[in-house]
Structures are given as structure tokens and as C-alpha cells.
């Protein structure tokens, strides 16, 4: 009889892009799988957050808000399990809002505080005006309080101006927390 052979594998660190790729995977099937699966990816995820490069905490927590977002629009098309496990993880992970320099008021009437828009590609109006409230950019038709003409939050051709640094966000770029921030901001002001 001989002896069992001990076969040892070599060992090597998983860096950080494996690392967010893996638990990318787990919160893919935590997502969509049953409670069981959501609570062992959502603990994962937690347990090593803080080591992911930025990249990856940003498409995890972006993975995590789309799915609550499709469940809540739809749960028969999208069950969710442990939707409120993930909400909390959203509000422990979302990022503030990133802070700007740019003025961020109406080129036209100089108002402040108020949602505003900007043309495509930072282009201006006729009037060299490159952000305008809604008023401003369209004084014959209503926009609601949550930013939307005709069910879309572009006016006019005009895209949302999202302010990051000293410029504006790109359309599809803008992170959660800045759009709330965007919406919360009313549309007309007193």
C-alpha cells in the first residue's frame, strides 16, 4: 500500500480586479437568486467593500440601484428577493453628492436654486446662454416638479445640467446620489 500523495496547489493573492469581478458574480446571483443567495452575496460584498478599487463599488452599488429600480417598476418581471436588505445597502454605500464649482444659476434670469438644463455637449443658445431654468427654456409649455416634459427629463433638446467639479456630468454618467440631488431642487421657483 503507498501513501497518499499530498498535492498542494500554488497560492497567489487575488488581486483587486479578480476580486471585483468575483463579487460582481455573487451579486449577479444574489440579485436574482433567493434569500439565502442575496444574503451571502449582500455579506460579501459588505466584508470587502472597502478594498475595491472605486470601479468596482461604483458598477456593484450601480448593479444593485438598477435592480431595485426594475423590481419596483415591475416585481413580477424582476422578483427581487430581500428588497429591503438592499435598499439599506444603497443608503450605506451610495457615494455623497460630488461637489461642483461651476455657478449653477439660469444664464437668463439669473435665478438660483432651481433645476436647470444645458444644450448637448455644453453648446449654448443663440443668446450665448449655456444653462437655463425651465421658464427660461421653454416659457409656453409646462415642465413638472420632477424635471419632465413628455415623460423625458430633456427639454427642448436640452439635457439636465448635473454640475460636477467645474463641469457637468455626462447624460448617462450621473451618479444616484447627484440625481437626487438634481430632482430634489425645484423646477419653478416662487
Not at 448593479?63 to 436588505?85: C, G, K, R, T, Y
Not at 421658464?135 to 423625458?152: H, M, Y
Amino acid at each position: 500500500m503507498t501513501k497518499k500523495e499530498v498535492v498542494r496547489l500554488p497560492t497567489t493573492p487575488i488581486d483587486e480586479n479578480d476580486l471585483g469581478e468575483l463579487l460582481g458574480m455573487s451579486l449577479a446571483m444574489g440579485l436574482k437568486g433567493n434569500g439565502y443567495w442575496a444574503e451571502k452575496a449582500e455579506r460579501l460584498a459588505r466584508k470587502h467593500w472597502g478594498v475595491l478599487a472605486g470601479y468596482y463599488q461604483r458598477q456593484l452599488l450601480c448593479n444593485v440601484e438598477v435592480a431595485v429600480q426594475l423590481h419596483e417598476q415591475n416585481p413580477d418581471s424582476f422578483p427581487l428577493s430581500s428588497l429591503p436588505m438592499w435598499r439599506v445597502f444603497i443608503a450605506d454605500h451610495r457615494p455623497p453628492k460630488a461637489p461642483f464649482t461651476i455657478c449653477y444659476r439660469c444664464d437668463k434670469c439669473r435665478k438660483e436654486g432651481l433645476k436647470l438644463w444645458r444644450g448637448a455637449h455644453g453648446a449654448e443658445d443663440e443668446n450665448g446662454h449655456g444653462l437655463l431654468c425651465a421658464a427660461c427654456l421653454c416659457p409656453d409649455k409646462r415642465v413638472g416638479e420632477d424635471g419632465k416634459r413628455k415623460g423625458s427629463d430633456q427639454v427642448e433638446g436640452w439635457l439636465p445640467a448635473v454640475p460636477v467639479d467645474d463641469t457637468f456630468w455626462g447624460y448617462c454618467s450621473v451618479p444616484s446620489a447627484d440625481v437626487m440631488w438634481w430632482k430634489a431642487l425645484p423646477t419653478y421657483g416662487k
